[in-house]
């Protein structure tokens, strides 16, 4: 696995070429702003893109889903709890409705979905125990978690989802939707905090 990562848009959002590197095929996760950047990622690592996975419905998440989808001719994956409206889940057109254990195929690679409410109803994480790897939008971040004060938040729902991320492999990387990468082991401390 080659995981490419790209800043997009006013809120940096972490936009992620997930690539399977013997077949050349590639997985977009969060594409939430500058299609023509991620475009030029992919065209430049020559890879075939033909699907794209969201982790939430939020606007930063979500910009360049429509372009993509159209350039790329890319099935796009959503949790269906994600369509709840307002300026992002809105424009999403979904394929696919993702959902618990699903398993998103990328090449020879298999990512499991992880249901992760809290930020909004139906935030997912992708999963890789072989590669010892997780995308987890925007639920845990280095040091912290995504905010549960937004309409269609929710703290319980939050304290739930991270409480099962944290009981993952201390050696798992995580790939979050803003700032940097961190591993499950680094952020343990968060239990603590959420009880």
């Known amino acids: 696995m080659i995981i490419h990562t790209i800043k997009v848009g006013a809120m940096a959002t972490n936009c992620y070429l ?24 992919i065209s430049e690592n020559k890879l075939i893109a033909d699907q794209i996975l969201i982790t939430h419905g939020h606007y930063d998440h979500v910009e360049a889903v429509i372009p993509l989808k159209a350039a790329l001719r890319a099935a796009v994956m959503i949790s269906q709890s994600d369509l709840f409206g307002g300026k992002g889940a809105d424009i999403v057109q979904p394929d696919i409705f993702i959902k618990e254990n699903d398993r998103v195929k990328v090449g020879d ?57 944290l009981s993952l492999p201390p050696d798992t990387r995580v790939y979050p939707g803003h700032g940097r990468s961190t591993t499950i082991g680094e952020e343990q401390g968060l239990l603590a905090e959420i009880e």
């Open 109 to 165: 690679l298999v990512l499991t979905v992880i249901e992760c409410p809290g930020h909004t109803p139906g935030g997912v994480s992708l999963y890789s125990k072989e590669e010892k790897v997780i995308f987890t939008g925007d639920t845990l971040f280095a040091r912290t978690w995504g905010r549960t004060d937004l309409p269609y938040s929710s703290e319980e729902a939050m304290k739930t989802s991270l409480k099962k991320l």
């Open 18 to 41: 997930v690539e399977d590197e013997a077949t050349k095929k590639a997985l977009v996760i969060d594409p939430g702003d500058d299609a023509d950047k991620i475009l030029k990622a």
